[in-house]
């Protein structure tokens, strides 16, 4: 790069995230503290970091938020992803009023590459020490640049290790998310030939804990995400596109050949959590699905164990607060960045609703009723995130006590420290449109 190059750089500006713009500030003081005891006698190095400041380059996005289209997932019959994203539109639940977040681009300070280069220089790292996120999860969790430096510096996300191989096939555990509740994992599959149309898929999979199963959901990535516009697009850009018949063309294989399956855990919840502990996994028989049946092509065991990390860092908040008049409480609630936990007091009330017996036959049902359920947090700022839904369960943890308690994993990242308050679906518009203040009971926290 020529010194003209280098002047001309160092007067733009590039935008930092904020949580990148403090280690950035750290460090720059750390230099200038460093240079002043320095003085004259280290000339030579100085000349150094002069060459390492003129080639070195620092990249930072500004991105936005994009939802991908998710499978079907059930926990413990309760539904989740794209059922429960479903349900939520349906009903109204889109959260973006004009006080409400559901995507958009973030606020980002500005800092001068001079600085940045700086701080390269020294070997005090401001983005490249960062994990390379798959792009399953980054789409999962639309998550920023900010947010994973968030999740990783907590201890969240983690690159995880382990593989096995079967003839040319390989299934390597890539990266976790991991907190008390839920942890989420990718494996990258290479080595295997997959046709343009055809959908990918394991005869069986089971994933356990010493010995002990645990609930699961898993799917490989098709490459789609769904952009602001609402329309389907390949994660290059380029829009979606579709047979002869009108069936979408997805793509499971990414431009190095591989292909991403990524999986979603729920914790028993009986005093157990995934931190720490040493998933056994193993995969078998790679094919592909057609009309939901599975047609074996490689037969094979991939098995091996993942030794999960993970975080507990989380909000508690011990509360009362009544929900309207709908005769439920909010007794307590706990926030992570990537789930929300909340027990009610809620009196159980016995309902009929209608229901269809496997033979096809409806009939009402006796159930019992709900409390209003969770569905986002209000920011400081007073932004809401609405529709946080990312699958789960709820149910009741004391019948007789009337002590329910539903558990999410949330499709977004949340700064806890940046929430102020709970929000409760008290009513669903008319219309097919965003949920608004009027439709939301809200518990602050703050």
């Known amino acids: 790069m020529t010194e003209k190059n280098v002047i001309n750089m160092m007067q ?17 003081e750390k230099i200038m503290a460093e240079s002043k005891e320095a003085g004259e006698e280290d000339k030579e190095g100085r000349k150094m970091g002069k060459t390492a400041a003129k080639t070195g380059t620092v990249k930072a996005e500004n991105r936005e938020r994009k939802t991908e289209k998710w499978e079907g997932i059930k926990w413990e019959g309760i539904e989740g992803e794209e059922n429960g994203r479903k349900s939520a539109k349906k009903k109204g639940a889109k959260g973006k009023d004009p006080k409400t977040r559901g995507s958009g681009k973030r606020k980002w300070k500005t800092m ?18 960062y994990m390379r996120w798959t792009k399953g999860l980054e789409r999962q969790f639309e998550a920023t640049e900010e947010e994973k430096i968030l999740l990783e510096e907590q201890e969240i996300a983690a690159p995880a290790s382990g593989s096995a191989t079967v003839g040319n096939v390989t299934v390597t555990a890539q990266q976790s998310i991991v907190d008390k509740q839920f942890a989420h994992l990718s494996f990258r599959v290479e ?14 999979i089971s994933i356990d804990i010493n010995g002990e199963s645990v609930s699961w959901n898993g799917r490989f990535y098709n490459g789609i995400e769904q952009g602001e516009d609402g329309k389907s697009y390949y994660a290059d850009g380029s829009e979606v596109e579709e047979t002869p018949d009108g069936a979408t063309i997805e793509r499971f294989v990414d431009e190095n050949g591989n292909m991403e399956y990524m999986v979603d855990l729920l914790c028993s919840g009986d005093g157990e959590d995934f931190i720490g502990k040493t998933l056994h996994v193993c995969f078998r028989n790679l094919g592909t699905v057609e009309k939901a049946a599975f047609v074996p092509d490689l037969e094979g065991v991939w098995e091996f164990d993942v030794e999960l990390k993970g975080s507990d860092e989380r909000k508690n908040f011990t509360l009362s607060e009544e929900l309207g008049d709908s005769g439920a409480t909010v007794t307590y609630a706990e926030i992570s960045p990537i789930s929300i936990a909340v027990t009610y007091q809620f009196a159980a009330e ?3 609703m209608p229901a269809v017996d496997q033979d096809g036959n409806a009939y009402m049902a006796k159930d019992y009723d709900e409390p209003p359920m969770i569905s986002g947090v209000r920011l400081k700022d007073g932004t809401y995130l609405t529709g946080l839904f990312g699958g789960g369960k709820s149910g009741w943890e004391d019948l007789e006590k009337g002590i329910y308690r539903s558990v999410i994993s949330t499709n977004r990242i949340i700064d806890t420290s940046q929430v102020d308050a709970l929000l409760f679906i008290k009513s669903y518009p008319e219309q097919d449109v965003d949920l608004s203040e009027e439709n939301l009971y809200i518990v602050p926290v703050e």
Not at 112 to 129: K, N
């Open 12 to 28: 733009q500006d590039i935008r930092i995230p904020d949580i990148v713009q403090r280690k950035a500030d750290m460090a720059f």
């Open 112 to 129: 001068w590459v001079a600085v940045a280069a700086a701080v390269l220089v020294l070997g005090t790292t401001v983005c490249a020490a």
């Open 191 to 204: 080595g295997y030939s997959l046709d343009e149309g055809e959908e990918p898929g394991f005869e069986n």
């Open 350 to 352: 016995e309902i009929e």
